[in-house]
C-alpha cells in the first residue's frame, strides 16, 4: 500500500520540507479558492484579492477580509496539523513553507513556518506600510498617515516575500523529500518550487491537479485523514 510506502520514507527523513495550500486548511473549516465551495467561486479575485481592488474599492476588499478574519477567530488547527508539528518536533521536518495565511502551522506547534503569500493575523498601512493591529482594520480606522490598512497577505500582482521565498528554495533543493498538501499548483510562482528539489516527492490532494505524473507518489484523499493514516503506518 502506497500509505506504508511512504511512511517508511518519512520515519527516515530528516530533512524533509512541506509544501502547503489552503486545502491543507479545509477540515479545519476554512474554505479553499478553487473548489466548487471555494471562495473565488463565490466572488472574483480581481475585486478584492489586487492591488487595484484595495485602492478602487476599498469597501468591498475590507468587508471581503473583514469576514475572513472574523471567520479565522473561531477555527483551530486539525488533526493533520498537530502531525506535521510532532513530526518536526522528532527530527523529520526541518520546514513548513505555505500558502495559507491563517496561521494554522504554527497555532498547532510547528515553528519552522514560512508564509509565502503573507499573514492575515497581521496588519499594516497599504500607503506607509506602518504595522497595526486588528482591532484598527475590521473597524475601518486610518492610519495617521491617512493610508489604508490591510491584511500583510501577498495581493496578486505583489511580490512574494523575498526571505520566505529563499529560506524554502534553499530548503526544498537540498531536502531529501518535499510533501505538497492541499493545493492546486495553480499560483505561480510558489507552483514551481516543488520541482526543484533533488528528493522524492509526495503529493496529498482531494482531487488531481494535473501535476500528478511530476510527483513519486500521489495520494488521493483529504490531508488529514492521510496524514493520520501516513502516522498509523510509522506507528506499526
Ligand atoms: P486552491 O483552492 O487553488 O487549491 C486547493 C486544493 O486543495 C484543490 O486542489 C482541492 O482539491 C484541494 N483540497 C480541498 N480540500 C482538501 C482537503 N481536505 N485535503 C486535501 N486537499 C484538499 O488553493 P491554493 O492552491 O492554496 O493566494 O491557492 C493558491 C493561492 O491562490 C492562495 O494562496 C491564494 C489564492 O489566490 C493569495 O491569496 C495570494
Not at 25 to 35: A, I, K, M, Y
Not at 55 to 76: A, C, D, Q
Not at 182 to 188: A, N, P, R
Request: proline letters at 4%; glycine letters at 6%.
Amino acid at each position: 500500500m502506497i500509505h506504508k510506502e511512504v511512511a517508511q520514507i518519512i520515519s527516515i527523513s530528516k530533512n524533509m520540507v512541506v509544501l502547503t495550500g489552503a486545502g491543507c486548511s479545509v477540515e479545519s473549516g476554512v474554505p479553499d479558492f478553487r473548489s466548487p465551495s471555494g471562495w473565488w467561486n463565490q466572488i472574483d479575485p480581481r475585486t478584492v484579492a489586487t492591488v487595484k481592488a484595495l485602492e478602487t474599492n476599498y469597501p468591498l476588499f475590507h468587508s471581503f477580509y473583514t469576514t475572513r478574519v472574523n471567520h479565522l477567530r473561531k477555527i483551530l488547527p486539525h488533526a493533520g496539523h498537530a502531525i506535521l508539528a510532532r513530526w518536526e518536533q522528532v527530527g523529520h521536518i526541518k520546514l513548513i513553507t505555505t500558502q495559507n495565511v491563517d496561521g494554522l502551522h504554527q497555532a498547532a506547534g510547528s515553528s519552522h513556518v514560512q508564509e509565502l503569500h503573507g499573514s492575515i493575523k497581521e496588519f499594516r498601512c497599504h500607503s506607509c506600510r506602518k504595522a497595526t493591529d486588528e482591532e484598527a482594520f475590521v473597524n475601518e480606522r486610518p492610519c495617521q498617515c491617512g493610508g489604508k490598512l490591510r491584511p500583510s497577505i501577498v495581493l496578486f500582482g505583489e511580490n512574494l516575500p523575498n526571505d520566505a521565498w529563499q529560506r524554502s528554495m534553499a530548503a526544498i533543493e537540498s531536502a531529501d523529500v518535499v510533501m505538497v498538501i492541499g493545493t492546486s499548483l495553480q499560483v505561480h510562482p510558489v507552483n514551481q518550487l516543488p520541482f526543484i528539489t533533488k528528493g522524492k516527492l509526495i503529493l496529498i490532494n482531494a482531487e488531481e491537479t494535473g501535476q500528478e505524473d511530476r510527483f513519486d507518489f500521489f495520494l488521493r484523499g483529504k490531508a488529514a485523514e492521510t496524514l493520520l493514516l501516513i502516522q498509523h503506518y510509522m506507528e506499526k
